[in-house]
């Protein structure tokens, strides 16, 4: 396991957000050092450093960022004689399996952790995962870091603390996202630094669902969202002529209209009004910047 630290210009979208200087883990998974992490730790980077066994720190190139996944992909500007993990089969967990959370020996030690539940997982960012992994207890140092099975196989990647009820308890636990998504993708992600699949429609607008409603809690700079004028607390009640109750549902129907730059007719509730708008989407990728080549 690697420290991973990467720098991002003061001008890119996710820098008010995200920061400038983001640190994290990075998980070897190529023998020409290929390294995954989570993809925010390195969207928009301009500079990521890898800090392999005895503090020696090696430049790398963000290679790939997958919205879809999560996943970012780091090849190292020199080598790094770190062994690579083998990948595990998430499709074999369920709730109460074991497992161990893997970071850099500078974060912390190997955690044992047990399986919480494997489900849908929506995020405010306009993402969504059909089979997340919830594991507890909830680990430090979180992002990027390696869910081992106890066969010793890497099956997820460090991606957020979340509150999860067990047994009529609040508990912090960690969400990953599972490594059996990187697989059919990985290929296109290292040669092409993007995997070959129709880009969704993305707005840019972060959502939050509160007893059955989908609310706007706020757009990204410059996005379509902030350009097609919504706001923060309106209420999403229709994509397209779909309702739609949940932030999962809203994704879906949105994705459905087809690809990116397809325009996405939405019925708001503004303080009680009616508003019907068209919001022309965009790729999210065309929305960040670019790595320069190393």
Do not use: C
């Not at 489900?119 to 081992?148: K, M, N, V």
């Not at 607390?233 to 994704?251: C, K, M, N, P, R």
């Not at 949105?254 to 996405?264: E, H, I, M």
Request: charged residues 20%.
């Amino acid at each position: 396991m690697l420290k991973l630290r990467a720098v991002v210009p003061e001008d890119a979208s996710t820098a008010g957000i995200l920061g400038q200087e983001r640190i994290g883990n990075g998980i070897v998974i190529g023998s020409d050092g290929l390294t995954l992490t989570i993809g925010y730790l390195i969207a928009e980077a301009s500079d990521v450093w890898l800090t392999a066994h005895r503090g020696r720190e090696v430049a790398g190139h963000p290679l790939a960022y997958d919205p879809v996944t999560g996943f970012g992909l780091v090849l190292p500007l020199e080598e790094l004689s770190v062994p690579p993990l083998p990948f595990g089969a998430p499709a074999l967990l369920d709730a109460g399996s074991k497992g161990y959370v893997l970071s850099s020996p500078e974060f912390a030690k190997p955690q044992s952790v047990q399986i919480l539940a494997r489900r849908e997982f929506a995020g405010a960012w306009e993402f969504l995962l059909d089979q997340a992994i919830f594991t507890t207890p909830a680990h430090p140092h979180w992002s990027g870091a390696a869910l081992i099975d106890q066969r010793g196989g890497l099956v997820g990647v460090g991606s957020l603390l979340v509150r999860e009820v067990v047994s009529g308890e609040q508990l912090n636990a960690n969400m990953f996202v599972p490594i059996d998504l990187l697989q059919p993708i990985l290929e296109d992600l290292r040669t092409r630094g993007r995997a070959t699949r129709q880009s969704r429609p993305w707005l840019g607008a972060y959502a939050v669902e509160v007893s059955g409603k989908v609310y706007v809690t706020g757009t990204a700079e410059s996005s379509p969202a902030r350009l097609a004028d919504m706001r923060e607390e309106d209420l999403i009640t229709h994509v397209a002529d779909h309702a739609v109750g949940s932030v999962a549902e809203f994704y879906r129907r949105l994705w459905a209209l087809g690809p990116a730059g397809t325009d996405v007719p939405l019925t708001l509730l503004r303080s009680g009004t009616r508003l019907n708008v068209t919001v022309h989407s965009i790729d999210r990728a065309d929305h960040f910047k670019r790595p320069q080549a190393h």
